[in-house]
């Protein structure tokens, strides 16, 4: 077998070239360490949940969720059963707790009661968001918080009630007259739309509307509130009432009772706010 010969110069010129290859894979090294800090991937978004009131659905929160998710927000927005507002605040309360992480919890209407007793004493829950919604007191009922700020509403003249299977006695599903939803919920939606909305709207219940709540979460949670200037659901002195009374940061818009439909930039606007707190 023929045996190669390394000469004392081609010896030398070989560790010269090993040397200078682990001369250039510690420098390399040395920077990529250097320029780490630099690429930390970004802490991960609060959840937020969208809770809808009475009149309406989950749908309506419809293109604040495709907001939401392409700005890389989880989103969720159960079905609120609208059977009691005791009930109803332990069925969010139940689902919140098979959340894990921070949550930005948001209550449109009726559902604005719901998170108020809801994320009581859940410490995952870091910040509420009101819109156009009742952010009540402890012992407060819905019906008694129309009148806060010496606001008027005409929802009770225009209430339509249905019984239901298994009702207590006085206790009825309430519906807003369809001859007057547009002007009373969403006159700023298109005719067609708002006729949509009336005939698939779920109701409330009566005694849902009068129970009182408990203890308020606003008073633990930072808040932030969205008044509806136009509002003819809850009067937009009630909501400028219940946005002080808790303390929020406040925004007004010209808008009715549907924000999340009608200028749902600015609701997504005020949840960013909320979330990056």
Do not use: C
Not at 116 to 124: L, R
Not at 144 to 151: E, R
Not at 168 to 188: C, M, S, V
């Amino acid at each position: 077998m023929r045996r190669t010969v390394w000469t004392h110069p081609a010896r030398l010129a070989l560790l010269a070239v090993a040397a200078l290859l682990a001369l250039l894979a510690s420098l390399l090294t040395s920077d990529s360490a250097a320029s780490a800090p630099n690429h930390r991937p970004e802490p991960a978004k609060p959840t937020i949940v969208l809770v809808h009131g009475a009149f309406a659905d989950a749908s309506g929160w419809s293109e604040v969720i495709s907001s939401l998710q392409k700005r890389g927000y989880p989103t969720y927005a159960p079905a609120n059963p609208l059977r009691s507002l005791e009930g109803d605040s332990e069925y969010l309360r139940s689902f919140l707790s098979t959340i894990e992480g921070p949550i930005v919890l948001v209550g449109h209407s009726y559902g604005g009661a719901v998170i108020t007793n809801a994320a009581t004493g859940n410490p995952n829950v870091k910040a509420l968001v009101y819109i156009a919604a009742f952010a009540l007191d402890e012992g407060e009922s819905v019906f008694a918080a129309l009148a806060l700020g010496g606001g008027h509403s005409e929802l009770g003249d225009h209430i339509v009630a249905r019984p239901y299977p298994g009702a207590p006695e006085g206790d009825a599903d309430i519906y807003i007259d369809p001859a007057f939803f547009q002007a009373l919920f969403a006159a700023d939606l298109p005719a067609k739309q708002a006729a949509v909305l009336a005939a698939s709207q779920r109701p409330g219940v009566v005694s849902g509307f009068s129970a009182t709540s408990g203890v308020p979460a606003w008073k633990t949670i930072p808040s932030w509130y969205l008044v509806a200037s136009s509002d003819k659901t809850i009067p937009p002195e009630a909501e400028r009432a219940m946005a002080a009374r808790a303390g929020s940061q406040t925004v007004e818009i010209e808008s009715s009772h549907v924000p999340m439909m009608s200028h749902p930039n600015a609701v997504v606007r005020l949840i960013k706010q909320a979330a990056s707190s």
